[in-house]
């Protein structure tokens, strides 16, 4: 079936303007991650969902940050007020579950450039 | 939380066995080491996974000594299209923090 799916795949944006990142999980998976990664960086784990249950918010970088996951299928990531510091590669990851072996796969990932 | 440390970057000709060594000292009994690729432009891919001793696939071995304490992934003969960051990843049951860490840029020369 379809991979995990990502929109949109670049995004330019003015300082101070919020903007939202979404994520198509493939079907079935319980569990979905969202990641961060800067220019020729390591990725930066925000915060992940397993089902419809409340997400463990720690991973993100500041309360400018939220996320949410609707029906337990697709995720949207909101950045307001974005900075450039935001800048980076905005990756999803699915899987079946978070028992920490399973396979993760990511989308292609949201190019964001904030201006 | 079991962080990672890995070599920043290698180079290999083509043809060549490479050996990434992931050091992860505070491994929990109920993790799994996990390796991934990631291309340019593209989201990391798994590659292998194992829990102890040695698991070999397709593409790649993964060696873990009795300790658990460090990983090696073991890529054949590579080829140019091997170049790539490869991570190494250790999850914990339920985990909610996952720490890829920055990684190992190979570079596989002509």
């Known amino acids: 079936g379809a991979g995990v799916s990502q929109s949109p795949s670049n995004k330019v944006t003015e300082k101070g303007k919020d903007v939202e990142l979404r994520c198509d999980p493939i079907?079935?998976?319980?569990?979905l991650y969202w990641y961060r990664q800067s220019l020729g960086q390591g990725l930066e784990f925000l915060i992940y969902?397993?089902?419809?249950?409340?997400?463990?918010k720690s991973g993100l970088p500041s309360d400018r940050f939220s996320a949410e996951r609707t029906g337990g299928s697709v995720s949207t990531l909101t950045i307001q007020r974005t900075q450039q510091e935001d800048s980076a590669v905005y990756l999803c990851?699915?899987?079946?579950?978070?028992?920490?072996?399973?396979?993760?796969?990511f989308g292609p990932g949201t190019r964001l450039l904030v201006l | 939380l079991a962080k990672t440390t890995q070599p920043i970057s290698m180079d290999s000709y083509e043809g060549q066995e490479v050996n990434i060594t992931c050091s992860h000292n505070?491994?929990?009994?109920?993790?799994?080491i996990t390796w991934y690729q990631q291309f340019p432009s593209q989201g990391p891919r798994f590659i292998i996974q194992g829990y102890k001793t040695k698991v070999t696939n397709e593409v790649a071995s993964l060696f873990i000594p009795a300790d658990r304490k460090s990983s090696t992934l073991s890529l054949p003969r590579v080829s140019l299209s091997d170049t790539a960051v490869y991570y190494c990843?250790?999850?914990?049951?339920?985990?909610?923090?996952?720490?890829f860490g920055t990684g190992t840029r190979l570079t596989v020369i002509p």
């Open positions: 505070n491994i929990a009994t109920n993790d799994y």
């Open positions: 990851a699915s899987s079946w579950g978070t028992s920490g072996r399973e396979t993760q796969y």
């Open positions: 079907s079935g998976h319980t569990a």
């Open positions: 990843l250790v999850a914990q049951t339920g985990a909610n923090n996952l720490f």
């Open positions: 969902f397993q089902g419809n249950s409340a997400p463990d």
